[in-house]
Nanobody, 127 residues
Framework: QVQLVESGGGLVQPGGSLRLSCAASKFILEDYAIGWFRQAPGKEREEISCISASDGRTYYTNSAKGRFTTSRDFDTNTVFLQMNSLKPEDTAVYYC????????????????????WGQGTQVTVSS
């Protein structure tokens, strides 16, 4: 079963940084846009960023703009989420997934378009 694997979460103080990794296969990175999501307790899963398959263009929601950066490395078939200036409200389980219906990121993407969800990695921002 194809699955993406997230790692890099942990406990960090407010204002700190973390870099999350999403290990995938080469064909997934080449064929599908990859999205980063998070889900806080009692809240719905929300998309926070995306990186397009074809040209590596990135898309960020308001939750991530200016603080988070998504990138990819084809040598290791890994997508990264660099998170800076972390806030307590960033506390959540973070997931990556592949959009099987799009190669390009879009603000119109819907959750059901994504597949190959990993188990997630916990990020806790607290002093």
């Amino acid at each position: 079963q194809v699955q993406l694997v997230e790692s890099g979460g942990g406990l960090v103080q407010p204002g700190g940084s973390l870099r999350l990794s999403c290990a995938a296969s080469k064909f997934i990175l080449e064929d599908y846009a990859i999205g980063w999501f998070r889900q806080a307790p009692g809240k719905e899963r929300e998309e926070i960023s995306c990186i397009s398959a074809s040209d590596g263009r990135t898309y960020y929601t308001n939750s991530a703009k200016g603080r988070f950066t998504t990138s990819r490395d084809f040598d290791t078939n890994t997508v990264f989420l660099q998170m800076n200036s972390l806030k307590p409200e960033d506390t959540a389980v973070y997931y990556c997934a592949a959009n099987l219906m799009r190669r390009q990121c879009s603000s119109q993407s819907l959750l059901h378009e994504y597949a190959y969800w990993g188990q997630g990695t916990q990020v806790t921002v607290s002093s």
